[in-house]
């Protein structure tokens, strides 16, 4: 899993793609059995013809690629989408492939519409004063809320699930979350013998 959408304010996005597109394009791609391998291949083709539409959907939507954008066999390049209106294909939808979308905000009540603007409510990371992203973590429909930390913080004690699209009204992980997703309840009573009734 990895973050699938960034947010990011006016006045550190230039910095901020730069940086990601620099650490994208040097992303080792391969085989995930050598340890060096950041980028493994894509599930199948059917998907990854899929990331490859949606990126180029996107191009053509008026996005540009700072990084990646291409595929090769069954492995497609760590890429990273700017200029996106946030009506774009790449922004609305969930990729599920080596794609990071950017788009940037001016006010904190544009981040938080941003935000809220998806069918989907799995995982937030606000990075940031402590303060305002708690603030953001109240008024954002999310499953998880990471203050400081990535968007990938799957502790086995800790429930985990969405809302939205993202979630099935259920949590898994901690105790008692999994007893309820993953058991039925059912009352037993015994005795050694049959219990004598008078009737």
């Known amino acids: 899993m990895a973050a699938g959408r960034h947010i990011v304010h006016d006045a550190v996005y230039d910095e ?31 998907q990854l013809s899929r990331i490859e539409a949606i990126v180029q959907d ?68 606000v990075l940031g004063d402590v303060s305002q992203a708690m603030a953001i973590a109240d008024r954002v429909t999310s499953g998880k809320v990471h203050i400081n930390e990535q968007t990938v913080s799957d502790e086995a004690h800790a429930p985990f699930g969405g809302f939205k ?13 999994n007893l309820e997703a993953f058991t039925e309840i059912q009352w037993l009573t015994m005795r050694p013998e049959i219990a004598p009734y008078p009737f």
């Open 58 to 125: 996107a191009v053509s939507a008026g996005a540009k690629v700072a990084a990646g954008g291409s595929s090769s066999g069954a492995y497609y390049s760590p890429t990273v989408l700017t200029d996106l209106a946030p009506d774009n294909r790449a922004w609305r939808e969930e990729i599920f492939g080596p794609v990071a979308p950017v788009i940037r905000f001016s006010d904190l009540e544009e981040a938080i519409a941003l935000a809220q603007d998806n069918e989907d409510g799995l995982s937030l990371g």
């Open 16 to 46: 901020y793609v730069s940086t990601l597109a620099d650490k994208a394009k040097n992303l080792p791609v391969g085989d995930p059995v050598e340890s060096s391998t950041a980028i493994g291949a894509i599930i199948d083709e059917n």
């Open 165 to 177: 699209s993202s979630g099935n009204g259920t949590r898994i992980g901690g105790a008692s979350t």
